[in-house]
C-alpha cells in the first residue's frame, strides 16, 4: 500500500449527478441563457419526469419555511438561478437549505451564463455557524 496516498473522499450519489447534470444542459440547450428562473424550473421539471426521477419542486425544507427550487430523488437539491452573476449568497442559500435539511448534496446552476456549469456544495457537518 502506497502511504503517500491521501484519502480521496467519496463522491456523492455521481450518477443522479450525472443525470441531473444531463437535464441541466438539455434546459439550457432548449432555452437559452436570457429565459426566466420559472421557465427553467417548467422546463426542467419535464426533463426530469422524461428520466424517470422522482422530484419534489418548490418544497419547504427544515422548519425554517425555506423553499427549495427541487429536491431531487429525495437525495439532492437543485437551486436555479438566472441572474447575472453568482453571489456568496446564493452557495449560501444552498448550504443553508443542507443544513435544514438530512441532504449532504446540493447543485447550483446559473442559467445566464452562456456556458452553464452545475456546482456541486456538499453539506458542511461541523458547520458551527447557525443559519
Do not use: W
Not at 30 to 38: F, N, V
Not at 52 to 73: P, Q
Amino acid at each position: 500500500m502506497d502511504t503517500n496516498m491521501q484519502h480521496v473522499p467519496e463522491l456523492l450519489f455521481p450518477e443522479l449527478s450525472y443525470k441531473i447534470t444531463g437535464a441541466l444542459f438539455s434546459v439550457h440547450n432548449a432555452l437559452g441563457p436570457y429565459a426566466r428562473e420559472k421557465q427553467y424550473g417548467d422546463s426542467l421539471e419535464t426533463e426530469l419526469k422524461q428520466s424517470n426521477l422522482a422530484y419534489r419542486r418548490e418544497c419547504r425544507i427544515g422548519e425554517s419555511g425555506n423553499i427549495v427550487d427541487l429536491v431531487v430523488e429525495d437525495s439532492i437539491v437543485v437551486e436555479l438561478k438566472a441572474k447575472r452573476i453568482l453571489q456568496r449568497e446564493d452557495y449560501e442559500q444552498v448550504q443553508r437549505y443542507l443544513q435544514e435539511s438530512t441532504l449532504r448534496l446540493g447543485l447550483l446552476v446559473n442559467f445566464r451564463n452562456k456556458y452553464i456549469k452545475p456546482i456541486r456544495i456538499v453539506r458542511i457537518d461541523n458547520l458551527r455557524r447557525k443559519y
